[in-house]
């Protein structure tokens, strides 16, 4: 009897008007959204390699490699065009020198404002708003809209179970449902063959599990419906019910998630870390400076009231071994700034992901929460994706640091020493031959696997199955105990 329930439901929704309506603003909003993504995409794309192309260009100019202006790209990742998440947020590269920190600028949102104001519209804000309100309205009346109508009574006139009806009743509204769902991303997925989007048997993987979190995202809201509807015995009161709740998981609670987790773990800002490094770093050379000045007057003070050629004579013997002396203080105030910013880098760090760890629990009270960050951590687009990125410009920047010291071109100093004490000029070789950039070594992006991925949204993936099954209980129950007449 449940099969002929759910063929009544299915085609009672098909035939509807609202399914009509609303099935076609859904499919055309999930195509739109991803025809959006896959021309972002491509821009981004585009913009890389002009960025990597021009950084090349002015590198071959150079003649020293420490004088080489260096920096690391964001490379664009093609599930960008199903889930934005914070790729707009962060910085699309980071400059490469010893003597500044790792930190990603110039963000999307920051080179343009408009859309910081009116957000990027993705198939994640689609599903995440579009479809929980639509799965509302499908089903706000679903039970006690019959009742209203007075079809609950002649249903169970005959011999059926309220389990068998309730049953019926969730399965085929959630065929009729998932239809424009499916069909929009079937559509979606034949969209991004022809479009030159460089999709491999990873991404296809996310983009499933992508659609699988879709899936279960909007059931969810279709159950708790259900669950509303049963409870109330008018449609309007269901229906303001769950509006109430729509707005709440939706808008309130992943807001004020954030606002609790700022107020109870405070994090200083990136510009504090920076002005504390720079301060420290400013320090350590000022004490540099002064101790090589010391150095100097201690290694001429010998040479006072002799002939100009035989304190020359006694400079050049001496100078390969103040030469090495040098390098290795200078070596050991380098190594000092680097293991501070590690220290500050590493507490900074420690500190956000607590701070994340708080807002995201509290979130989690909300399925659109879950969704989010399930959709996010799929595709790589997470807040780990700056981290992951800086991690890798970091062991890039050490990489590219050595290689410059090996070609003689880092920032070691070379002392000219003249006629007398007073006469001693410091600076860096100088060179007329340029540099071949081919030898340079080049950033690699951070990979993203499927398992990495898998793994990361598994909890809260399995979150949001807890949350259907709680839901389907509970409409289940509430229908056993609804008042038929």
């Not at 996310?206 to 008018?234: D, E, K, N, P, Q």
């Not at 504090?272 to 490094?277: H, V």
Request: aromatic share 12%; with cysteine.
């Amino acid at each position: 009897m449940w099969k002929i329930i759910a063929e009544r439901e299915l085609k009672d929704h098909l035939q509807s008007t609202r399914f009509i309506v609303t099935g076609t603003v859904s499919v055309l909003l999930l195509v739109m959204s991803i025809s959006l993504g896959i021309s972002y995409h491509k821009g981004r794309l585009a913009q890389y390699e002009q960025a990597n192309q021009m950084m090349l260009e002015t590198a071959s100019q150079q003649t020293n490699w420490g004088a080489t202006p260096v920096a690391a790209y964001r490379a664009p990742d093609p599930m960008e065009v199903f889930v934005n998440g914070v790729n707009s947020d962060i910085g699309r590269f980071s400059e490469i020198t010893p003597m500044r920190n790792v930190r990603l600028v110039r963000s999307e949102f920051s080179d343009d404002p408009m859309l910081a104001v009116f957000q990027f519209l993705d198939p994640t804000f689609v599903v995440l708003i579009v479809l929980s309100l639509l799965a509302i309205l499908f089903t706000y009346n679903s039970v006690n809209g019959e009742k209203e109508a007075g079809t609950l009574r002649l249903v169970f006139a005959n011999v059926i179970s309220r389990s068998e009806f309730i049953l019926g009743k969730l399965l085929g509204g959630w065929i009729a449902l998932l239809l424009p769902v499916l069909l929009s991303f079937l559509i979606g997925a034949l969209m991004l063959i022809p479009s030159g989007v460089e999709m491999d048997a990873s991404h296809w993987a996310r983009f499933g599990f992508f659609a699988l979190a879709s899936i279960l995202y909007f059931t969810c809201f279709m159950l708790v419906g259900v669950l509303v509807s049963a409870f109330t015995s008018r449609s309007s009161v269901s229906f303001l019910v769950l509006l109430v709740v729509w707005i709440s998981a939706v808008l309130i609670i992943p807001k004020a998630a954030t606002m609790l987790a700022g107020q109870a773990m405070p994090v200083p800002s990136a510009d504090e870390i920076e002005s504390r490094l720079a301060s420290f770093s400013a320090q350590a050379r000022v004490e540099y400076f002064a101790d090589f000045e010391r150095r100097l007057r201690e290694r001429f003070r010998p040479t006072e009231g002799l002939l100009p050629d035989k304190a020359r004579e006694l400079q050049a013997e001496q100078q390969a071994k103040w030469q090495q002396e040098d390098d290795e203080r200078r070596k050991e105030m380098d190594q000092k700034i680097a293991d501070h910013s590690a220290r500050l880098s590493e507490d900074y760090y420690n500190q956000k992901n607590g701070q994340e760890l708080l807002a995201f629990s509290l979130a989690k009270f909300s399925p659109a929460s879950m969704f989010q960050l399930v959709a996010m951590k799929l595709a790589g687009t997470d807040t780990g994706l700056k981290r992951r990125y800086e991690d890798a410009m970091k062991s890039y920047r050490d990489q590219f640091t050595k290689f410059v010291q090996q070609k003689g071109g880092g920032m070691g100093f070379r002392i000219s020493i003249g006629r007398g004490s007073h006469d001693v000029k410091v600076g860096t070789p100088p060179s007329s031959q340029k540099i071949d950039i081919t030898e340079m070594p080049r950033f690699q992006s951070p990979a993203y696997t499927f398992g990495e991925a898998f793994g990361a949204s598994l909890f809260d993936l399995g979150l949001l199955a807890v949350f259907n099954l709680l839901a389907f209980a509970g409409a289940f129950l509430a229908f056993l105990r609804f008042d038929l007449r």
